[in-house]
């Protein structure tokens, strides 16, 4: 878009630059003031719409850069760590190796979730709000209209998806939200086969083989 907004800028210096010469010879003097006058102001009109072209393309470019800044978050610094510690907690409950989803209830209360194996590691209800609260964010900016929709489905929705199997519902509770309104969201983007949609038909095969028990059948995923 920017591109296409330089060249119409070009266009319109050397349609004014032959408004304003080319007259010159044939008409006089109060003649070309009117005509000089009315370029002047076509040149501030569509000045004001090249202008309000450039705010356009920024604030598209400035979403793009929102959903690029929540994936990178996601997946590096303190929140990639918290989950791949919880990840590998959960997955180390069964002999299977497959992740068994569990409500921050248990994660609170049942031994078998409720603390690392090592101390040092702090606890598997911390790393559960670090994650949560990062989605909590990444809803936040959809909810705001300030992020790049089809490009937040594909590079954050389908991660909110699997956290939220992995970090099971628990009815009321507040906590998780933001994950839950994120991940319904990027249920019914898909379903509403929009931009960045068809990304989920190949993290429904991963929800399938990822849980023990999957809280629906991934092949009813769109």
């Known amino acids: 878009m920017q591109r296409s907004l330089l060249w119409a800028a070009g266009v319109l210096v050397g349609v004014t630059a032959v408004l304003l010469v080319v007259p010159i010879r044939f008409l006089n003097a109060d003649q070309y003031q009117a005509l000089a006058t009315g370029v002047q102001a076509l040149g501030v009109t569509v000045a004001l719409v090249f202008g309000a072209g450039t705010l356009l393309s920024d604030s598209r470019d400035r979403k793009v850069d929102r959903a690029l800044g929540l994936h990178a978050e996601l997946t590096t610094g303190d929140v990639q760590t918290a989950r791949v510690r919880l990840l590998l907690h959960l997955q180390g409950s069964r002999a299977d190796g497959k992740v068994e989803p569990v409500s921050l209830t248990r994660l609170r209360t049942d031994e078998r979730f409720a603390a690392y194996t090592d101390p040092a590691h702090g ?6 709000n670090v994650v949560l609260r990062h989605f909590d964010r990444v809803n ?10 089809g490009l937040l489905h594909e590079l954050v929705g389908v991660h909110a998806l699997w956290w939220d199997r992995a970090i099971a519902r628990d009815e009321g509770e507040m906590l998780r939200r933001g994950l839950a309104e994120l991940a319904d969201w990027t249920e019914r983007h898909s379903r509403a086969k929009a931009r960045g949609a068809h990304y989920l038909e190949h993290w429904a095969r991963y929800l399938g083989r990822d849980f023990a028990a999957p809280a629906e059948d991934p092949a009813a995923l769109p």
């Open 140 to 149: 936040a900016a959809r909810v705001a209209g300030i992020v790049d929709l």
């Open 123 to 128: 606890r598997p209800l911390r790393d559960a």
